[in-house]
C-alpha cells in the first residue's frame, strides 16, 4: 500500500520561510515522479513544483521559480519543497504526489495535504 505523508506545514509572515516534507512508504521510489501540487480555496488544484523523467528533471509554475526549490532523498523515500519569499497567494494546501515515470499525475497516488497559511 503505497502512502504519501506530508508534513512542515503552518502560519508565516509574508516574506518567511516553511519547508514541507513529503515522506512516501510501500515500494521504491527511485524511478518514479514526484512533485507539489497546492489548492487554494474556490480555485482548482494546481502544479507548483516536480521532478520528472529519468534524468529528474525539475519544473516549477511561473509564479514560484526563485522562491521554491524541490528536492528528494531517494534512500529515504523523502521529497522536499524549500519555500522562501512567502507571500500570501501562496496560501493554500499543499499536496504530494507520485506516479510512475512520464504517467499522469493523477493515475498516480496523492498525499493527504498540509495546510501552508501566509499572512500580510
Known amino acids: 500500500q503505497v502512502q504519501l505523508v506530508e508534513s512542515g506545514g503552518g502560519l508565516v509572515q509574508a516574506g518567511g520561510s516553511l519547508r514541507l516534507s513529503c515522506a512516501a512508504s510501500?515500494?521504491?521510489?527511485?524511478?518514479?515522479?514526484m512533485g507539489w501540487f497546492r489548492q487554494a480555496p474556490g480555485k482548482e488544484r494546481e502544479f507548483v513544483a516536480s521532478?520528472?523523467?529519468?534524468?529528474?528533471?525539475?519544473y516549477y509554475r511561473d509564479s514560484v521559480k526563485g522562491r521554491f526549490t524541490i528536492s528528494r532523498d531517494n534512500a529515504k523515500n523523502t521529497v522536499y519543497l524549500q519555500m522562501n519569499s512567502l507571500k500570501p497567494e501562496d496560501t493554500a494546501v499543499y499536496y504530494c504526489?507520485?506516479?510512475?515515470?512520464?504517467?499522469?499525475?493523477?493515475?498516480?497516488?496523492w498525499g493527504q495535504g498540509t495546510q501552508v497559511t501566509v499572512s500580510s
Open positions: 504526489a507520485t506516479t510512475p515515470r512520464g504517467s499522469s499525475w493523477y493515475s498516480g497516488y
Open positions: 521532478f520528472r523523467g529519468s534524468g529528474d528533471s525539475t
Open positions: 510501500g515500494r521504491t521510489f527511485s524511478n518514479y515522479d
